[in-house]
């Protein structure tokens, strides 16, 4: 199967419904066959895969419940869709329960299927992104499990013991340390040895979504409930029934999402935005942060009773500083996806490379390891990184200085940070995308700081 929902099967009594469908969905890029009734369509399917069915469910011979119960029965897999005039909210649940991936009352507008089909292909995107990580697993030799952590040290040996030790459980858990340190993989590795892991594992960055479009995106919203709701959405919280949800950067959450997350993790409860009822979900959670909680709930910051909630089981990951022994590992781990990606023979580190790299601080921790390896690995001319390629050893001077070089003149933070800017745009030949992953930023804000410092590609160094 592709990596997105193409091939879409209409199931509908009605012909003009049919040919209008059909227009639509063939514009958007869709592969479309019709059926007028769900026992032709249920044979068409034993023929050949579909990703999509668009389903009717008062037709004439065997109705859509009928059909959703055949497709059961045989152990097919495509994804469901509704569709019916005499539709009620008991009626979507009972179609949800059989099998459906959603429902959708008629009269719709062409917008609202193709909205559906969206948010169908990104479920079906997020599963196909579980089955590729376990096999990139299983390809790269890592220990069943991991979740793909690369380590060496004694620190890190005993927190993915730990690891191992509660993924079995139910229990909510709270990964904490600083950017970088590979909070998420922990959380994978905790879905992966978990009882739910052949449910979904949804991941959600709750410091880079604005706290009203965060609202809507877990809890999902009722057709009307804001202007620009066309139809009915399910949140990332359904998408994770009987998986596991990853709230990175919880620290961010607010106080208004607090409250309601707080009720989802003692009851298993939520409403979604414009609704009146409330919807049963079986999720396990796992959330990050870089922020000292317990200092945020001190100072309100950060509701008590949420916290406790979270901090079932606590993990704490040490900073990369800490644990040089897995710089190695880490670095020719990289290097050897580099190698595949690049398709060039890179076979590892020169020891003054090694040296340098284990005597550096790394702020920015694994994250900020990954980015530099990609850098040196671009840049090198023969098989082995030497220390000339690294960054910091350029940006930050030598790691021993002679004693008798005078000091630099001191930069203000502003200076220092333009400076920074321009060098890795000039060393990356101003590509923007690989400029940000060097510095640790996103593309968004790398964009914001060439304007905010008149950077232009013609500049040279000399003018810092």
């Known amino acids: 199967m592709t990596a997105a929902l193409k091939k879409i099967l209409v199931v509908d009594d009605e012909a003009a419904m049919r040919h209008m469908l059909q227009l639509v969905l063939e514009k958007e890029g869709y592969q479309v066959t019709e059926s007028a009734e769900g026992g032709a369509a249920l044979e068409l399917l034993q023929e050949e895969p579909f990703d999509m069915v668009l389903c009717d469910i ?98 890190m040996a005993q927190v993915m013991t730990l690891v191992g030790r509660v993924a079995g459980s139910a229990s909510s858990v709270l990964v904490t340390g600083e950017t970088g340190t590979g909070k998420e993989l922990v959380a994978r590795a905790l879905h992966q040895q978990g009882e739910r892991r052949e ?139 580099l190698a595949r990606k690049l398709r060039r023979p890179l076979k590892g580190l020169t020891p003054d490379a090694l040296a340098a790299m284990q005597a550096y601080r790394w702020p920015g921790n694994v994250r900020e390891l990954e980015n530099v390896i990609e850098r040196c690995a671009i840049l090198a001319r023969g098989e082995t990184i030497a220390a000339a390629l690294l960054p910091f050893r350029r940006l930050d001077g030598p790691l021993k200085a002679p004693r008798a070089a005078p000091a630099p003149p001191a930069l203000s933070l502003r200076e220092a940070e333009r400076g920074q800017v321009l060098r890795a745009l000039q060393e990356t030949a101003w590509n923007k995308s690989r400029a940000a992953q060097l510095l640790g930023v996103t593309r968004k804000t790398l964009d914001r700081k060439i304007k905010d410092f008149q950077l232009a590609q013609a500049e040279l160094p000399d003018r810092l």
């Open 58 to 155: 008062r037709m004439p011979g065997m109705d859509g419940r009928m059909f959703l119960r055949e497709v059961a029965r045989l152990k097919l897999t495509p994804t469901i869709i509704m569709m019916s005039a005499y539709g009620t909210i008991d009626t979507a649940i009972e179609c949800m329960k059989a099998g459906a991936y959603d429902y959708i009352s008629k009269p719709f507008k062409p917008d609202e299927v193709v909205l559906t089909l969206k948010k169908a292909e990104e479920r079906f995107r997020l599963r196909q992104e579980n089955l590729r990580l376990r096999e990139e697993l299983a390809r790269s030799g890592a220990p069943s499990g991991t979740g793909g952590i690369i380590y060496r040290s004694a620190a």
């Open 199 to 337: 449910g979904v594992f949804v991941a959600v960055n709750c410091g880079a979504i604005s706290s009203g479009l965060l609202e809507s995106e877990l809890f999902g919203h009722v057709k009307g409930a804001f202007t620009g709701a066309v139809q009915a959405q399910k949140g990332l919280l359904e998408e994770a029934h009987e998986g596991t949800l990853f709230l990175d950067e919880i620290g961010d959450l607010s106080p208004v999402l607090q409250a309601k997350l707080l009720r989802v993790l003692q009851e298993g409860e939520f409403i979604p935005v414009g609704a009146t009822r409330t919807r049963q979900v079986d999720v396990r959670f796992l959330a990050a942060t870089n922020k000292d909680l317990e200092a945020e709930v001190a100072r309100g910051q950060f509701r008590e009773d949420l916290f406790y909630r979270l901090n079932v089981i606590a993990l704490q990951l040490p900073p990369l500083r800490e644990r040089p022994e897995d710089i190695e590992p880490l670095a020719l781990h990289f290097l050897g996806n």
